[in-house]
């Protein structure tokens, strides 16, 4: 992921890797958004690990930084979903247009009647 994210490839923002911030060490911090982003894995999902993440969050969120946590499954099986989410999150954090939905079918023109 990081190769992606990082200098601003991906993301029209700048991030950092293994960012020191409090107690904590973030997987990927952009302080102009304010956003956090957390990469999961197992043990994440035990009792232990989300006590602990909550926890984390619970710290950052008051300080006004916004926490997004993908699993390590959603990051090698749907790079480009997690990519689009995270680009969704930025453009809200840093008051952008948001990403144009995806183009639907339009309904048919009606002719002109005289």
């Known amino acids: 992921m990081w190769q ?7 993301c029209q923002a700048k991030f ?4 020191k911030l409090g107690p904590y060490i973030l997987d990927f911090f952009c302080s102009d958004a304010k956003l956090v982003i957390e990469c999961d894995g197992l043990p994440h ?3 232990v690990g989300i006590k602990k993440d909550r926890i984390r969050s619970q710290w950052l969120n ?6 997004i946590r993908f699993t390590s499954d959603e990051i090698e099986n749907d790079m480009q979903g997690v990519l689009f989410a ?13 990403p144009p939905h995806p183009p639907t079918d ?6 002109n009647r005289s």
């Open 4 to 10: 992606l994210i990082r200098n601003r490839q991906r």
């Open 16 to 19: 950092r890797r293994q960012h």
């Open 45 to 47: 999902f035990t009792p």
């Open 62 to 67: 008051p300080v006004g930084i916004e926490v």
């Open 86 to 98: 995270i680009d969704v999150v930025l453009k809200r954090l840093l008051k952008q247009d948001a």
């Open 106 to 111: 339009s309904p048919p023109e009606e002719e």
